[in-house]
Nanobody, 113 residues
Framework: QVQLVESGGGLVQPGGSLRLSCAAS????????MSWYRQAPGKQRELVAS???????NYADSAKGRFTISRDYANNTVYLQMNSLKPEDTAVYYC???????WGQGTQVTVSS
């Protein structure tokens, strides 16, 4: 029983950076593994990064070294810092809470010159 609202998407040039935010309702937020997924046109939704309630992080190979997932327990927010963005990163990015299988509405990230 958590509601998720993403923000921070936008249009950036290759090599640029964005920081996505996912604001969650306070209900048992600290117990959730939180994840970022993305879905590009014509492709399946894929896992980008996740962080457990204990702070352990996992990344897709495509994100390693460029993206960082973090969480702020005080503000019930999970972040995805994205650096060195590539056109292949263009997608709608979704926040996901595993305990109740809750998705946010998504935020568009477009990387192009």
């Amino acid at each position: 029983q958590v509601q998720l609202v993403e923000s921070g998407g936008g249009l950036v040039q290759p090599g640029g950076s964005l920081r996505l935010s996912c604001a969650a309702s306070a209900s048992i937020f600290n117990l959730y593994t939180m994840s970022w997924y993305r879905q590009a046109p014509g492709k399946q939704r894929e896992l980008v990064a996740s962080i457990t309630s204990g702070g352990h992080r996992n990344y897709a190979d495509s994100a390693k070294g460029r993206f960082t997932i973090s969480r702020d327990y005080a503000n019930n927010t999970v972040y995805l810092q994205m650096n060195s963005l590539k056109p292949e990163d263009t997608a709608v990015y979704y926040c996901y809470a595993d305990l109740t299988a809750t998705w946010g509405q998504g935020t568009q990230v477009t990387v192009s010159s």
